[in-house]
DNA sequence: TAGATTGTTAATCGATTAACAATC
DNA sequence: TAGATTGTTAATCGATTAACAATC
């Protein structure tokens, strides 16, 4: 009999970085123990799912007590991959391209822009926040040279597929999409999107 | 016996401006009609599905040729009410609010930034990509008078919720949160996050 | 000990999908 | 008509929650 893989669902991994983040707060306010129960009030969570999450990668918590919250935090760090810093390609440096080069908080949380592209001319080789741009054709080799595995996607839609393919074939393997489109990747690349528009018109559906 | 209420999932309206949005590409391309298999492929969700989620609401297609697009697309902004023009709220005037300032998506899409606000006596009374910055403190008197519904937060994790209860006190029904913390609403009020570091996290976690 | 809270099983709830009749 | 595709029911799949023993 082969050993069985539980796999663990995806849905609760996107929730470990709320736990993780509401932690950090508690930290910040010199807190040491914290429940399930109050771990998911802050959260709109409920407790039991708090705790189911938690056991699926071991048993973190002391009846009676709750939650070491210096060690729970220490665990889903390592558990994320948070402990380490993961350099990124920024694609595209218009706009939005320099808002997110001057979000600090990226960089702060273990997600440090290494390099920008363009593939508009006026903009390649000047200086952008600190950051030169490179020619977008420089993708593969610069990427592969640098080992890097996570990119943000910051072009305008009609672009961000081609972009997206050529971030997979030079070793990405996880995107941030920024660009209006569902993009199609190999399974073994995660994609995430952001999307404030959407995000609007599905709220927008409950008001009157 | 009273009639029966069948609530659509929200998670089904979230779906919605995911088709509206691929119909409006397919528009530009000059398509006329187009089959749930087709949309489904675009963006890597079953036909099934898409027959589902749209028989909420009607029947907008026909069998052997699939659903006339501008009169799906046109069904679909009926629905999300996305035929009309609402105007937005924007709390919180620094780099991000900046930002949000100068992306005219918004407003193409019929999210319209109506009113600036910020706390920082810097800021108030100067002219931020057009608009005016007022005092926070007035977001009651203008939001009430002028009707919005819509606001955007981009202030602080330490001053979201303060903003949001005079939001919702001011009779704001939708907010998009770009603040790192989880919201406390009453049940009325819909709330959106954005949230890049939240959905790095979770990309990480695949990461080895 | 008594009270609090965890970790886990089983039950419930809800969402997705398979199958297919209806029909353009 | 034959082929394509919709709309819908029933089955399946997966996620949440109720209940509770274990234990600090």
Redesign the pocket.
Same mark, same amino acid.
């Given at each position: 009999m082969t050993s069985t893989i539980k796999a663990i669902? %995806? #849905? *609760?991994i996107g @929730?470990l970085p709320l736990y993780l983040r509401a932690l950090a707060y508690m930290i910040e306010e010199n807190r040491e123990f914290? !429940? !399930?129960? /109050?771990?998911g009030d802050r959260l709109g #969570?409920?407790? *039991?799912? #708090? @705790? $189911? %999450?938690?056991?699926y990668f &071991? /048993?973190? &918590? $002391?009846? =009676?007590? =709750?939650?070491e919250i210096q060690f729970l935090r220490q665990q889903l760090r390592q558990i994320l991959h948070a402990d380490k810093v993961w350099e990124i390609a920024l694609v595209g440096a218009g706009d939005l391209g320099h808002a997110l080069i001057r979000y600090e908080e990226f960089c702060e949380k273990g997600f440090c822009i290494a390099v920008v592209f363009d593939r508009d001319p006026q903009k390649i080789g000047r200086k952008m926040g600190g950051f030169e741009v490179f020619d977008a054709e420089s993708i593969p080799t610069i990427v592969k040279e640098r080992g890097i595995k996570v990119a943000i996607i910051a072009v305008p839609a009609s672009e961000a597929q081609a972009v997206s393919d050529i971030l997979v074939k030079a070793g990405v393997r996880a995107i941030l999409n920024y660009a209006p489109i569902t993009l199609s990747v190999p399974p073994k690349v995660q994609v995430q999107y952001i999307n404030p528009i959407i995000q609007l018109q599905h709220m927008a559906y409950y008001l009157d």
């Open positions: 669902p %995806d #849905i *609760v @929730r914290v !429940s !399930s129960q /109050e771990l #969570i409920s407790s *039991v799912q #708090i @705790r $189911k %999450d938690l056991s &071991g /048993e973190f &918590g $002391k009846q =009676g007590t =709750g939650y």
